[in-house]
């Protein structure tokens, strides 16, 4: 259970204001800073400053963001942990990007059941921006993610580097080839919804040779991997993913890749730092792939 002190400020932190923070804690403005100067009083410097009239955090701020969330997450997992002491083990709360989830882990949450009947755990599978931020709200222990990650503001360890390639159905002029970006634009390009892992590495890519998806004919958005593989069989457009997925489809699909532009990216586990289920986490991790 954190100090009122400390909520009051990750509140602030979330609200950005005053006010507003005020409102959601039931107490009045003045509150809000004298809690926010005990805190800066304590720690040393400055948590907030005002640029005109728009609040910002400084690094000493942010630095203590991090810990107290971190500490916010550990408190609450271990008073779960020890309310239910007598009960059965609260389940690891896990989130995974589609990818991850429906194609790379299915083995490894078998292995780490079947090493111990007292364990349980929830799985989550939604996109990096959505799991990061439950990760922050402490409604998630570890996120298995594929996207682009502040590797100084988590912990995390890599599960292995995948190899990202575009696909086609079979048949089609680009099946085992290397293209140019000439050629891939006269595509329609199927591709994953803003905020999934598979997008962001691929504009990260197509930046890199200062181009973007509105280099192509046409693009269509498309939120599920089965639909994605479906439409690309059917011929209705290419698309990027890993290969992992590929080989899992079982679809007549073929592969390609961009001309000089190998694409592999890491798949990690990622939780806050200062974690107080750090053993549990871990016993996750090592967990073999395949039983």
């Not at 609200?15 to 800073?33: D, F, G, H, K, N």
């Not at 007598?86 to 709360?93: D, K, N, S």
């Not at 996120?143 to 503001?153: N, Q, S, T």
């Not at 890749?257 to 806050?272: K, S, Y």
Request: charged letters at 25%; a neutral charge.
């Amino acid at each position: 259970m954190l100090d009122f002190k400390m909520e009051t400020f990750l509140t602030l932190c979330e609200t950005m204001s005053y006010t507003r923070a005020a409102e959601r804690l039931c107490i009045t403005q003045p509150a809000v800073t004298q809690q926010i100067r005990h805190l800066e009083e304590y720690y040393g410097g400055r948590l907030f400053s005002y640029h005109g009239k728009t609040l910002s955090m400084t690094e000493r701020g942010r630095r203590l963001e991090l810990a107290a969330k971190s500490l916010r997450h550990s408190s609450e997992a271990l008073r779960e942990r020890l309310v239910g002491l007598e009960e059965r083990r609260p389940p690891l709360r896990l989130g995974a990007t589609k990818t991850i989830g429906d194609y790379v882990i299915p083995g490894k949450l078998c292995c780490y059941l079947a090493a111990d009947p007292e364990r349980s755990l929830s799985l989550t599978v939604d996109n990096t921006r959505n799991l990061l931020a439950a990760l922050e709200a402490g409604t998630l222990d570890l996120a298995l993610i594929e996207g682009y990650f502040d590797k100084a503001r988590y912990d995390f360890r890599t599960l292995r580097r995948e190899n990202f390639t575009g696909i086609c159905r079979e048949g089609h002029r680009f099946a085992g080839r290397r293209v140019g970006f000439e050629e891939l634009f006269e595509e329609t390009l199927i591709v994953r919804e803003p905020g999934s892992g598979t997008r962001a590495i691929f504009e990260a890519a197509l930046l890199g040779h200062n181009h973007s998806l509105d280099s192509f004919a046409k693009t269509v958005e498309i939120g599920s991997f089965p639909v994605i593989l479906s439409l690309v069989e059917a011929g209705l457009g290419v698309s990027f993913l890993y290969r992992s997925v590929l080989k899992e489809s079982k679809r007549a699909l073929r592969a390609f890749e961009i001309r000089d532009t190998p694409i592999f990216h890491e798949f990690n586990f990622v939780f806050l730092r200062d974690n107080l289920l750090r053993d549990e986490l871990e016993a996750f991790i090592a967990a073999p792939q395949q039983m």
